[in-house]
């Protein structure tokens, strides 16, 4: 079992950053493949970043390709969602999820919801104009 646990969320203007931390605790919590999802109100969850165990595999959706970086200290069982720029479409719900995915899944997999089993419980980030 793995508990994950968001911070850093808040409220901004259009154009600041903010960093999103997530704390891993449990067994192996530093062996999953991570991901960032986000929901805005009436929208489905959607895929925002992820990383593999040894950081090899970063991707990111294209709405946050150059803008957010994803990262990961397996020490401390941390993984750090880095937002630049943000923007008024960047408000939602961020969550940090872990996932027994292997390397050599394709990428539509690390992509998917439904192959993450733990999910921390959701940090809200507000993009003002």
């Known amino acids: 079992q793995v508990q994950l646990v968001e911070s850093g969320g808040g409220l901004v203007q259009a154009g600041d950053s903010l960093r999103l931390s997530c704390a891993a605790s449990g067994r192996a919590g530093s062996a999953y493949f991570m991901g960032w999802f986000r929901q805005a109100p009436g929208k489905e969850r959607e895929f925002v970043a992820g990383i593999s165990v040894s950081s090899l595999i970063t991707e990111y959706a294209d709405p946050v390709k150059g803008r957010f970086t994803i990262s990961r200290d397996n020490g401390k069982k941390m993984a750090y969602l880095q937002m630049n720029d943000l923007k008024p479409a960047d408000t939602a719900v961020y969550f940090c999820?872990?996932?027994?995915?292997?390397?050599?899944?394709?990428?539509?997999?690390?992509?998917?919801?439904?192959?993450?089993?733990?999910w921390g419980q959701g940090a809200q980030v507000t993009v003002s104009s």
């Open positions: 999820a872990a996932g027994r995915i292997p390397i050599t899944a394709q990428a539509a997999d690390r992509r998917s919801p439904t192959e993450y089993q733990y």
